[in-house]
Structures are given as C-alpha cells and as structure tokens.
Antibody, heavy 119, light 111 residues
Framework: EVQLVESGGGVVRPGGSLRLSCAASGFTFVDYGMSWVRQVPGKGLEWVSGINWNGGSTFYADSVKGRFTISRDNAKNSLYLQMNSLRAEDTAFYYC????????????WGQGTLVTVSS | QSVLTQPPSVSGAPGQRVTISCTGSSSNIGAGHDVHWYQQLPGTAPKLLIYGNKYRPSGVPDRFSGSKSATSASLAITGLQADDEAEYYCQSYDSSLSGYVFGTGTKVTVL
C-alpha cells in the first residue's frame, strides 16, 4: 500500500524553526517528485514547495521563499521541510504529497501534521 | 491567494446532478495546463478525484466527471449521494508563478 506519513509538527514561537518529515512506503520513492501543501484550518489548500526525484531541482511558493527549504533522502525514503523564521500566518496543516510521474497532480497525500506558530 | 476561482458552495437533493466550475487565466488553465480535482471529506486529507482534466483514478465512481475548455474547467457529480458531502478543489500549474495552484474550494451539500 502506498503511504505517506508526516511528523514533526507542533507549537513554535514566531521567528522560530521547525523541521517536518514525511516517510514514504509502498512505492519506489526515487522515481517521484514530491511536494508539500498546507491548509490553514477551515481554509483552502496552498502549494508550498516541490522537489524533483534526485533533489537537484527545488521550487517554492513566494510566501515561503527564503525561509523554507525542501530536501529529500532517497536512501531513507524520506522528504523534509525545514521551516525557519516562522510567522503566525504559517500556522496550518502541512501535507506531503507524491507528484505524478507523467503529470502535475498529487496522489496520494499524507494525513498531515499541524504546525502552530504562536507566542 | 488562490489563483483559481470556484463557487463557495453548491447543493442538491439526493440523486440530482451538480456542477462545480473552476475559472483560471491565460497563465494556468488557458496556457494548456491540465486541471485536476480533489475531494476532501471532513477531517481528512484531500484525495485525488479527477486527473488530466477528465480521467478517474481506479476506485472513483463514474458519477464523477471532469471537463476543461479555454480558461475554465468543471466537475460534475451525478446521482448525488449523502457521502458526496465534502469540499472539492481544482488544481493546475501556473506558468507565471512557476508553481502549482489550487482553486478556492467548493462545499457540496446534499439536501
């Protein structure tokens, strides 16, 4: 079964840092690009960052550029999101998602991990 | 900051047909980028419903169908059922932003 499991969420103060992880299983991780998508509770979806199969290309939404860093460890079948200089508006559920091999859709998604930025 | 516009809500009686529109621009849907749809049941992660404008993943009932034209796309649900009550999002790629974009989301209510 293809599965993505996020971890690392929690409460952090404004200006602080947090590192999210996503453990992948049930598929050949190295074959796929991956992304992070976030959702403020009760609001819509926002794509945050993406990475290609070998980590050689990374992409960011303007809202997080310069503050967040996406990376992956194919030996560990894991995806990461290092979040620095966190702001209250970064409070959200963060989902990792697999990007389709032949298109720009996300399937599957993890269950999400909640990040709360509050003093 | 959603780039794709959807109606906030649609509703219908059991068995009826409802449609959800997704309006974009010349840098995303109008640029030829495909549209994909997701269903998000309350308290759960989004699930892929339609990919490549009109294709259903295995396990998605044929009551769900997608279409695309010019700078917009649509999701149709026929034979509406109680467990179709969910939030629905469209998604595409935007050449100007060099990133993925989502719709504003539509809440489907079964009366």
């Amino acid at each position: 079964e293809v599965q993505l499991v996020e971890s690392g969420g929690g409460v952090v103060r404004p200006g602080g840092s947090l590192r999210l992880s996503c453990a992948a299983s049930g598929f050949t991780f190295v074959d796929y690009g991956m992304s992070w998508v976030r959702q403020v509770p009760g609001k819509g979806l926002e794509w945050v960052s993406g990475i290609n199969w070998n980590g050689g290309s990374t992409f960011y939404a303007d809202s997080v550029k310069g503050r967040f860093t996406i990376s992956r460890d194919n030996a560990k079948n894991s995806l990461y999101l290092q979040m620095n200089s966190l702001r209250a508006e970064d409070t959200a559920f963060y989902y990792c998602a697999r990007v389709a091999m032949i298109g720009n859709w996300f399937d599957p998604w993890g269950q999400g991990t909640l990040v709360t930025v509050s003093s | 900051q959603s780039v794709l516009t959807q109606p906030p809500s649609v509703s219908g009686a059991p068995g009826q047909r409802v449609t959800i529109s997704c309006t974009g621009s010349s840098s995303n849907i109008g640029a030829g980028h495909d549209v994909h749809w997701y269903q998000q049941l309350p308290g759960t992660a989004p699930k892929l419903l339609i990919y490549g404008n009109k294709y259903r993943p295995s396990g998605v009932p044929d009551r769900f169908s997608g279409s695309k034209s010019a700078t917009s796309a649509s999701l149709a649900i026929t034979g509406l059922q109680a467990d179709d009550e969910a939030e629905y999002y469209c998604q595409s790629y935007d050449s100007s932003l060099s990133g993925y974009v989502f719709g504003t989301g539509t809440k489907v209510t079964v009366l």
